[in-house]
């Protein structure tokens, strides 16, 4: 039982450039999200998404897409990498359909666009 | 929309000593207060949560209070070891279809 695992670890970025970020959970969960985390600012959520095919907007959601491909799988595309969206991202799932729920997160993602 | 403020922003404490740490929110609507620990280099960890029906709730040596009136949250460590070194972060929300508003963090500091 692996709980959500991400991939990569590490990227960097040229300005301009594109990529995605993969999240999987093996832990039947419902919910699955993507945060960014930046010093000083606490956790931002990107977006949520409560079941395979939807998704809602976060509290940052410009400049980024996700895909719910099945329901363990959800990714995070970056179509046009900037230099503020250098940051770690942690991809997250819980059980149930909603915000109230414990979170599982991932490794995280160590993004460096130049 | 709601907002948390998380105090202090580094705390330092003697081991074997308690901590504290204060979540002020801003919308009385909210009612589930979780609070996370992020070790160094690590993924953030659910260590103890509260909803708005209780005011007090414990786990061992860590304990979270909850003033509904005065919309603050405080998360109690007692007797502090090495191991509780970390980020502590606190969040709110007001219900399942919310997300969650995050505080900015704390770092706990545990002197030998």
């Known amino acids: 039982n692996a709980g959500v695992t991400q991939t990569p670890k590490f990227q960097v970025l040229k300005t301009g450039q594109s990529m995605t970020l993969q999240c999987a959970q093996d832990?039947?969960?419902?919910?699955m999200y993507w945060y960014r985390q930046d010093p000083g600012m606490g956790l931002r959520l990107i977006y949520y998404?409560?079941?395979?095919?939807?998704?809602d907007k976060g509290e940052v959601p410009n400049g980024y897409n996700v895909s719910r491909l099945n329901k363990r799988e959800f990714s995070l595309r970056l179509e046009s990498a900037a230099p503020s969206q250098t940051s770690v991202y942690f991809c997250?799932?819980?059980?149930?359909?909603?915000?109230?729920?414990?979170?599982?997160f991932g490794s995280g993602t160590q993004l460096s666009v130049l | 929309g709601e907002n948390v403020e998380q105090h202090p922003s580094t705390l330092s404490v003697q081991e074997g000593d308690s901590a504290v740490i204060k979540c002020t929110y801003s919308?009385?609507?909210?009612?589930?207060f979780p609070w996370y620990k992020q070790e160094l280099g690590k993924r953030p960890q659910l260590i103890i949560d509260i909803r708005s029906n209780v005011g007090e709730k414990k786990d061992q040596r860590i304990a979270v209070t909850l003033n509904k009136t005065a919309k603050h949250f405080s998360l109690h460590i007692t007797e502090t070891q090495p191991e509780d070194s970390a980020v502590y972060f606190c969040a709110a929300s007001r219900g399942p279809w919310d997300q969650l508003i995050w505080g900015a963090g704390t770092k706990l500091i545990i002197k030998p």
């Open positions: 997250a799932s819980s059980e149930g359909v909603g915000y109230n729920e414990k979170l599982f």
């Open positions: 998404s409560a079941s395979e095919g939807t998704t």
């Open positions: 832990m039947n969960h419902n919910s």
């Open positions: 919308d009385s609507a909210s009612n589930y």
